[in-house]
């Protein structure tokens, strides 16, 4: 999600607004997630230390799976669009969110979806 500003305030609303109360939160120790812990179950990794996942109550804490989604979205910039407006940074995430969630697809299965996506819609040049 796009958001103004990130401060542990404006962070911590988001992950409480938009993640299951049971939830597992994972992050690295950035002090922007100061308050998760009193709403989420959460665990923190620390970087800094060479930490980059360990076991913990029989998981593994890490942040692998947000730093490789990230990653795309960043060779996407790169690579393919150079720069984003902030206007319509929710469509570019959107999509990389997309790619992302869909990435263990055949190019085949994500036409299918797509197209079935599009029964009973109809695009116009005007209304």
């Known amino acids: 999600m796009v958001m103004e500003r990130v401060t542990a305030k404006t962070l911590g ?13 994972m ?12 709403t989420r179950r959460h665990a923190s990794v620390n970087h800094s230390a060479k930490e980059y996942a360990r076991q913990e109550d029989g998981f593994v804490a890490h942040t692998n799976s947000a730093e ?5 979205l ?3 910039v790169m690579g ?15 999509e990389f969110d997309h ?13 299918v979806a797509g197209l079935k996506k599009t029964a009973g819609k109809r695009l116009k040049y005007r209304d």
Do not use: C, M, P
């Open 13 to 25: 609303a988001a992950i409480q607004e938009h993640t299951a109360a049971y939830a597992h939160v």
């Open 74 to 76: 960043k060779r996407g």
């Open 27 to 38: 992050t690295d120790e950035s002090n922007v997630y100061g308050e998760v812990h009193k």
């Open 68 to 72: 490789s989604s990230f990653s795309l």
């Open 80 to 94: 393919t669009f150079h720069s984003l407006s902030k206007q319509h940074l929710h469509f570019y995430l959107a």
């Open 99 to 111: 790619r992302w969630n869909t990435r263990k697809e055949t190019d085949g299965e994500r036409t």
